[in-house]
């Protein structure tokens, strides 16, 4: 349901060059990411493999720090006139 959620947002916010529809994207795509590193952790937790689970954890904050850094820099410049080119993420 999310990864639907995020290609149909994904779509609108490039249609309509939309800033804050293209971070509820990624938004979205960042719950798909997550709930598939948790369940994984989950699964490898009751086989015994906890590392997976502290790798997971890990992995699932510098995505997010990440994430939140590009949505960051990409609206302070339309903030701040200084990006005369649409949002295009990577």
């Known amino acids: 349901m999310k990864l639907g959620l ?3 947002a994904d779509k609108v916010g490039k249609t309509y060059n939309s800033l804050l529809a ?3 994207a990624q938004d979205h795509r960042n719950d798909v990411f997550v709930t598939t590193l ?12 906890f590392f997976i689970d502290a790798i997971g954890g890990m992995l699932i904050g510098l995505w997010i720090a990440y994430t939140g850094f590009d949505i960051f820099t990409h609206a302070y410049k339309v903030l701040m006139d200084k ?5 295009n993420p990577r």
């Open 6 to 8: 995020f290609l149909y």
């Open 22 to 24: 293209i971070a509820n």
């Open 38 to 49: 948790t369940l994984v952790s989950i699964v490898t937790g009751y086989y015994k493999l």
């Open 83 to 87: 990006n005369s080119r649409p949002y």
